[in-house]
């Protein structure tokens, strides 16, 4: 059996847990760099393994056989003027030596929150078939390769980023219905802990 118990720091907050192998803790940390000690309990070999490549996460020991310990150390994700940093998550893995049995520990480090907002919530547009474009607000360090935008109407189309300029443009097509029609364009950022962030622009046309 592979069971491990994790206390955090010196802090007296405790996380106890056995298991049979899975993901068996998620561990919440703020921006500060710290550390957390981990026990395991087995009769065999145990090895320690970074699943992300993390390299803001490092360990005093590999691994070990039988019952034992390690203290993994995370570094700072604090923020500076020229460095801005979001959360962000690393999976420590204990794994047993014929790597039948292995337990996950998630440990997320706060950072940064995320802001995605467009600055108008909401506009309507004429009948007519036309180019626009929507300003945003964002935090985000890269917002080219981070964010994502799209629509939920066939009518609106080319949807782009102007990161340089916080500009989400997009086509509407001719509205040629008789009526009114209402449809949407959003820009969608997921952060290192799985958590997503939405901002949604609402788009009426008239006939």
């Known amino acids: 059996m592979l069971s491990t118990a994790c206390s955090i720091g010196c802090t007296k907050e405790k996380i106890v847990i056995e298991s049979q192998g899975g993901r068996i803790a998620d561990l919440r940390v703020t921006a ?52 801005l940093r979001m959360n962000r998550m690393a999976r420590i893995v204990v794994v047993s030596s014929d790597r039948y049995r292995a337990d996950t ?19 309507e547009l004429s009948a007519f078939g036309a180019d626009h474009s929507a300003q945003f607000s964002t935090n985000l360090p890269d917002p080219a390769t981070q964010l994502v935008a799209q629509s939920d109407a066939a009518w609106i189309g080319r ?25 949407s364009v959003t820009l969608r950022f997921i952060d290192g802990w799985g958590d997503s962030y939405v901002s949604t622009l609402t788009v009426t046309q008239k006939p």
């Open 32 to 83: 500060e760099a710290g550390q957390c000690t981990v026990a395991v309990e087995t009769e065999g070999g145990w090895r320690v393994e970074e699943a992300d490549a993390a390299t803001w996460v490092h360990f005093d020991v590999m691994g070990g056989t039988g019952n034992g310990a390690f203290t993994l150390y995370y570094d700072s994700n604090e923020s500076d003027i020229v460095d």
């Open 105 to 123: 520990i998630c440990l997320k480090q706060a950072g940064t929150p995320a802001l995605l907002v467009f600055r108008e919530q909401r506009i």
């Open 159 to 183: 949807i782009g980023l102007d990161v340089q300029n916080n500009v989400c443009t997009f086509t509407t097509e001719s509205n040629d219905t008789g009526r009114s029609r209402t449809g």
